[in-house]
C-alpha cells in the first residue's frame, strides 16, 4: 500500500511539475488600478487556489462548529441516558 501511495504521489508532483513549466508565461494582475503587478501564471494560479480554499473553509467554519456543539450534547445525552438505563436495570433485577 505505501508502494501505491508513493507512485500516485510522485505522478501528482510529475503532472504539477509539468504545469508548472508549462505556465511561466508572466501575467499581469491589477487591482483596482490601484496595484498591478506581474507575476508568473502558475504563481497565480497557486494564490488564486489557496485563496479558494480558505474561503471555503471560513465559510464552512459555522456549520464544523454547530455541528460539534450538537455531537457534543448528543453525547452526554447518551452517557445520561446510559447511567439511568443502568441504574433502572439494577432496580428491576432487585425486584
Same mark, same amino acid.
Given at each position: 500500500?505505501?508502494? !501505491?501511495? $508513493? /507512485?500516485?504521489?510522485?505522478? @501528482? &508532483? +510529475? %503532472?504539477?511539475? =509539468?504545469?508548472?513549466?508549462?505556465?511561466?508565461?508572466?501575467?499581469?494582475?491589477?487591482?483596482?488600478?490601484?496595484?498591478?503587478?506581474? !507575476?508568473? $501564471? /502558475?504563481?497565480?494560479?497557486? @494564490? &488564486? +487556489? %489557496?485563496?479558494? =480554499?480558505?474561503?471555503?473553509?471560513?465559510?464552512?467554519?459555522?456549520?464544523?462548529?454547530?455541528?460539534?456543539?450538537?455531537?457534543?450534547?448528543?453525547?452526554?445525552?447518551?452517557?445520561?441516558?446510559?447511567?439511568?438505563?443502568?441504574?433502572?436495570?439494577?432496580?428491576?433485577?432487585?425486584?
Amino acid at each position: 500500500m505505501k508502494v !501505491v501511495r $508513493l /507512485i500516485v504521489n510522485l505522478l @501528482i &508532483f +510529475i %503532472l504539477l511539475l =509539468v504545469l508548472a513549466l508549462d505556465n511561466i508565461q508572466t501575467v499581469t494582475i491589477n487591482l483596482y488600478s490601484l496595484y498591478t503587478f506581474q !507575476v508568473p $501564471l /502558475i504563481i497565480a494560479m497557486v @494564490i &488564486f +487556489i %489557496l485563496m479558494g =480554499v480558505i474561503i471555503g473553509i471560513l465559510f464552512n467554519l459555522g456549520t464544523n462548529l454547530k455541528l460539534r456543539t450538537q455531537i457534543y450534547s448528543l453525547k452526554r445525552k447518551l452517557e445520561k441516558d446510559e447511567k439511568s438505563h443502568k441504574a433502572k436495570s439494577e432496580v428491576d433485577q432487585v425486584i
